[in-house]
Structure formats: structure tokens, C-alpha cells
């Protein structure tokens, strides 16, 4: 609330109340007793660990995906591989952050397309069964000796291209539902971003892809990934200076601060990579290098959003004057409304004759 003391006026002397001068001295946002109008969220790092590995899983698949059609096995198994081992991060964050696995399994009991959280639940399962299929057929591959299948290989080593290309389809899914899960929030800086993080959380994935394959491809395999790592990398630096410039107020918190040097190195290293990927040439050391800068990229972005929804919390500008401008765009759309309504149009003037009388 604003805050400001009787002092803060001076009144002048004369008949009337003429020559009166009012004084008052800038708003001081503060909440009562001293308390912020928002808690900050319970959340932990523990969370936006969370965004990264599910956004590395979601991506990975898809390169082994491009991959497996594209009849590229290096891409295939690293793609399987690191989506994999991202998946059982997931996991683990997931389950540390919600404090029992129970609880999960909790949230399978019933299915609400109006709850991010409930769709999210059910997107990490579907995608988690294929990707989990999709690399118990690839490790039944490696064990194969020579050509010759066993009786147990071959429909693991069938069902590898099925349950990849299933894990395909709902990683885009996967990638960006997390970013709608921070925006159906009350926290200022990630609500107000509901337009942009969807965005920026599908190209810092497909950025974080694009690093697992520049580490794990060969040479004759640079074609898709560099075509990955420019899309990736346009998105995620188009989202990020969106989201920094272009909400106002509340930009702020992702200006300064923590996150706002976050938001800064993710820019420099995405800038790195995606100009090492390019430029690399048949350098494996400066492929795993660009490689590393994507991945890194990728894992500063999403701390720096969500630590810039933290601080948004804090301060209870980031609450107060937002709520004041949508309440003035509202009046003055309703003001507007109410005077086209009250205007008379010349035909109203002139009235209309009765179907009775002619």
C-alpha cells in the first residue's frame, strides 16, 4: 500500500483555500506490518534443476528420433541415452520436491485438463513409459553379437522405433508444460510471462538437444544438429530478451539481480555455442566444447527464470502497480464503451414513423 504522513502536506494561507499547495511525496509500496503481500513460492532449486532435465529429456528424444529415421545410430543412442538418464533426473527432483513418492502417485488418481500440474503429471508418465521402452531397446541392441537376434532380442530391439517416435510426439509437450505450470501462478514476473515462456522453454530444449548431439555426433552427422542448435538457440535468445524488455515492471526482476546475471550468461554461452557449432568445423574438442556452452545455456536460462519469479514476490510493486494500470485500462475502456453508448446517431434524432399510422 501507499504510505504517506500528514507532514507531506502544505497547505497555503488565503481565502477560500486559494494559493493552497499540495505537496505529496512519491508512493512507498509497502504491505501491512512490514509483510510482503505475496509469500514466495515453496519452491526449491530443487524445481528449476527440474525444468532443465525435463526439458533435456523432451529434446533428446527427439534427436534420437531424427536420428533412427534418418538412419544416424550415433544420434540415436545418444539421443536415447541422455533422455534417459534426464528422465530419472526428473524423476528424482520431482519426487524430492513433493516430499514422497506416494504423492505422485497420487496425482494419477485423477485426470483435470484445467490443472498444468494434472496434465503435467500425466505427460511425464506417457512420456516416461516410451522413453523407458524406447532405451531398453537400445541397450538389447548393444548386446546383440553380431547379427544374430535372440528370442528375447528381437521384440525389444522391434520396439525401439515405435516407442521412440512415441516419445517423440509428447516431448514437445513435456518441454513447454512446465513453462504454462509457472505462469498459472501468482507470482508476478512468471504470470505476466505467460506469452513468452512457452516459447523460451521449447528453444532452450531443443538448445540443450542440440548440445548432447554436437558432444555425441560425428562428422557426418553435424547437419541436423546444427540445424537444431540454430533453432534452438533463435528461440531460446528471441524468448529471453522478450521476457527481459518486454513486460513492463515487470521485466525488472529479470534485469537485476541473480537472475538477471543468469538470464545474462545464458545469453553469452547460447551466443558461444551456437557460434562454435557453426563455426567448428570437423573439431570434435570445439564441438564438445559448443556443445557444453549449449547445455550450460540452457540450465542458466532456467534459473534465471525462476529465480526472477522469487524476487517478483518481494517487492510488493511488482503486485501493486500492475493491478493499478489493469484497473486503469479497464475504467477507461468502460468509459469508452459508456460514451458510444450515449451518443446519438442523427437517425436516432430523427426517429422512425410508426407501422400503424405510415
Known amino acids: 500500500m501507499a504510505e504517506g504522513g500528514r507532514g ?19 508512493a512507498d509500496f509497502r504491505s501491512y506490518y512490514g509483510r510482503a503481500i ?12 527440474y525444468l532443465f532435465t525435463g526439458g533435456l529429456a523432451a529434446s533428446s528424444s527427439m534427436l534420437a528420433a531424427a536420428g533412427d529415421l534418418t538412419h544416424r545410430p550415433e544420434l540415436r543412442r545418444a539421443g536415447r541415452a541422455s533422455a534417459m538418464a534426464a528422465l530419472l533426473a526428473s524423476t528424482f527432483f520431482l519426487v ?18 484445467t490443472s498444468p500440474m494434472s496434465v ?17 531397446s537400445e541397450a538389447a541392441r548393444a548386446t546383440v553379437v553380431g547379427s ?26 513435456l518441454a513447454t508444460y512446465t513453462a504454462v505450470l509457472l505462469a498459472d501462478t501468482a507470482v508476478p514476473s512468471w504470470h505476466e510471462a505467460y506469452r513468452q515462456l512457452p516459447f523460451l522453454f521449447a528453444g532452450s530444449a531443443l538448445a540443450s538437444g542440440a548440445g548432447v548431439g554436437l558432444i555425441a555426433a560425428g562428422p557426418d552427422d553435424l547437419g541436423p544438429v546444427r540445424r537444431l542448435a540454430v533453432t534452438g538457440a533463435a528461440m531460446e535468445l528471441a ?13 525488472e526482476p529479470y534485469l537485476t539481480g541473480r537472475a538477471g546475471r543468469l538470464l545474462q550468461a545464458g545469453e553469452m554461452l547460447t551466443v558461444t555455442g551456437i557460434t562454435g557449432a557453426l563455426l567448428g568445423g570437423h573439431s570434435r574438442v570445439l564441438r564438445r566444447l559448443a556443445g557444453a556452452c549449449l ?13 526472477g519469479g522469487v524476487e517478483s514476490t518481494k517487492d510488493p510493486k511488482y503486485v501493486v502497480v500492475p493491478q493499478r494500470e489493469r484497473m486503469a485500462a479497464r475504467a477507461a475502456q468502460e468509459a469508452e464503451r459508456g460514451h458510444r453508448t450515449e451518443t446519438v446517431t442523427p437517425s436516432d434524432e430523427a426517429g422512425t414513423s410508426s407501422p400503424t399510422t405510415g
Open 148 to 173: 544374430r537376434l535372440g528370442v528375447l532380442d528381437r521384440p525389444l530391439v522391434g520396439v525401439g522405433r515405435p516407442a521412440g517416435l512415441a516419445a517423440a510426439a509428447v516431448a514437445p509437450a
Open 295 to 307: 547445455l550450460a545455456a540452457s540450465l542458466a536460462t532456467r534459473f534465471g527464470i525462476f529465480e
Open 38 to 49: 505475496l509469500k514466495p513460492p515453496v519452491w526449491k532449486h530443487d524445481v528449476a534443476i
Open 8 to 26: 507531506a502536506r502544505r497547505r497555503g494561507g488565503g481565502r477560500g483555500g486559494q494559493g493552497a499547495e499540495l505537496m505529496v511525496p512519491e
Open 239 to 251: 524468448g529471453a530478451r522478450s521476457v527481459r524488455h518486454r513486460l513492463g515492471l515487470l521485466s
Open 96 to 113: 524430492k520436491d513433493l516430499g514422497r513418492p506416494k504423492r505422485f502417485l497420487y496425482m494419477l488418481r485423477v485426470a483435470k485438463p
Open 120 to 136: 503435467g503429471t500425466w505427460i511425464l508418465t506417457a512420456y516416461g513409459g516410451a522413453a523407458g521402452l524406447a532405451a531398453v
